[in-house]
């Protein structure tokens, strides 16, 4: 169970969200935030990536809504800057067709502390799954394609969680 953070007023720290279709370098990114806040005392990264399904999926692909998606994610993590003591978040998230074993979504929480870094990191990856406007199609290896991926419950129940 996550600790209830301390209120925290200050929603000025640096908001970086990206949708793209290339990669990102998770090292960079990482060192980016380092070189811009020499105070930070934690990060914390979580990379999604492009599961194999058990040897079936030749690709997933990712499709989203333009503008909104940036704005959601972009709301979402104002919302963490507001409830942890952040110094910068990154959230990175790809479209298109990604392969298996290939970077989905990248979030990087940097914090003075490392409990603001790993609940703040959580916070918008539970939010990103079921909030962000995102649609998930498979291409499997025997040919079929346009399965679209369903949301699951647990995903929202790890969401709920974080109401107050």
Not at 20 to 36: C, H, N, P, T, Y
Request: with cysteine.
């Amino acid at each position: 169970m996550a600790s209830t953070p301390k209120s925290y007023q200050d929603t000025s720290p640096p908001v970086d969200v990206r949708i793209q279709s290339g990669d990102f370098d998770v090292a960079a990114e990482i060192e980016r935030l380092r070189q811009s806040h020499p105070n930070i005392g934690a990060v914390v990264t979580f990379t999604g990536l492009c599961r194999d399904e058990g040897g079936r999926l030749a690709a997933l692909e990712l499709e989203h809504y333009p503008g909104m998606a940036e704005a959601e994610i972009t709301r979402i993590a104002r919302e963490a800057c507001a409830r942890w003591p952040l110094d910068g978040l990154t959230a990175i998230h790809r479209h298109g067709r990604i392969e298996p074993g290939g970077n989905i979504v990248l979030v990087v929480a940097a914090s003075r502390h490392r409990r603001a870094a790993f609940e703040a990191a959580e916070f918008l990856m539970d939010y990103l799954k079921t909030r962000a406007p995102f649609w998930k199609k498979e291409h499997l290896k025997d040919g079929t394609s346009g399965t679209w991926v369903d949301a699951r419950d647990s995903d929202t129940r790890d969401a709920d969680r974080w109401k107050a």
